[in-house]
T-cell receptor
Framework: GNSVTQMEGPVTLSEEAFLTINCTYT??????LFWYVQYPGEGLQLLLK?????DKGSNKGFEATYRKETTSFHLEKGSVQVSDSAVYFC?????????????FGKGTHLIIQP | DAGVIQSPRHEVTEMGQEVTLRCKPI?????LFWYRQTMMRGLELLIY????????DSGMPEDRFSAKMPNASFSTLKIQPSEPRDSAVYFC????????????FGNGTRLTVT
């Protein structure tokens, strides 16, 4: 079956540090890949997505590139802020994230210290 | 756009009691999903609906769990009887049917069964 593996957290960084959160997946066919973010007390929100190999998704300074050869979709940001503190979920799906739901990783808790 | 609305935000109940969680999806969204989030298992898809019809309920853990969608603007997830291991945050999400449509999550219901 499909699965998503993320690096264990929490990840603690200082403000303005470089961020990488690793994500690898196992899937058949050609899934779309997503990063969702969950702020305290809220539901998940789509952060960025990529629908085919070598696509780069980007939003709010975050980027991730769909690497089929390494089955990875690592999340990066050049300079993190305290407001980026949240839980980040990597996910895959086959209908753009709508029609059949998504398979999520367990989430990585990111803590940014001032 | 009011977003996906879930109620209640918090529910505390005793083992053996019936629990009903409610969800109002975004107007015009044809897909509705129920997820459960725990520390141990992360985010699990329980069931999803398309046009009010249940499509896949393979994630529903036991017969104690049931979900309905009587119309396009309302869904319920019921647990009867509830058990302490059902304690989790339950999320409802909705989406459009088109390719690349993201999931829109509600803020969740935190269920505690004592």
């Amino acid at each position: 079956g499909n699965s998503v593996t993320q690096m264990e957290g929490p990840v603690t960084l200082s403000e303005e540090a470089f961020l990488t959160i690793n994500c690898t997946y196992t899937a058949t066919g050609y899934p779309s890949l997503f990063w969702y973010v969950q702020y305290p007390g809220e539901g998940l929100q789509l952060l960025l997505k990529a629908t085919k190999a070598d696509d780069k998704g980007s939003n709010k300074g975050f980027e991730a590139t769909y690497r089929k050869e390494t089955t990875s979709f690592h999340l990066e940001k050049g300079s993190v802020q305290v407001s980026d503190s949240a839980v980040y979920f990597c996910a895959l799906g086959y209908s753009g994230g709508g029609a059949d739901g998504l398979t999520f990783g367990k989430g990585t808790h990111l803590i940014i210290q001032p | 756009d009011a977003g996906v609305i879930q109620s209640p935000r918090h529910e505390v109940t005793e083992m053996g009691q019936e629990v009903t969680l409610r969800c109002k999806p975004i107007s015009g969204h044809d897909y509705l999903f129920w997820y459960r989030q725990t520390m141990m298992r992360g985010l699990e898809l329980l069931i999803y609906f398309n046009n009010n019809v249940p499509i896949d309920d393979s994630g529903m853990p036991e017969d104690r769990f049931s979900a309905k969608m009587p119309n396009a603007s309302f869904s319920t997830l019921k647990i009867q009887p509830s058990e302490p291991r059902d304690s989790a945050v339950y999320f409802c999400a909705s989406s459009l049917p088109s390719y690349n449509s993201p999931l829109h999550f509600g803020n969740g219901t935190r269920l505690t069964v004592t």
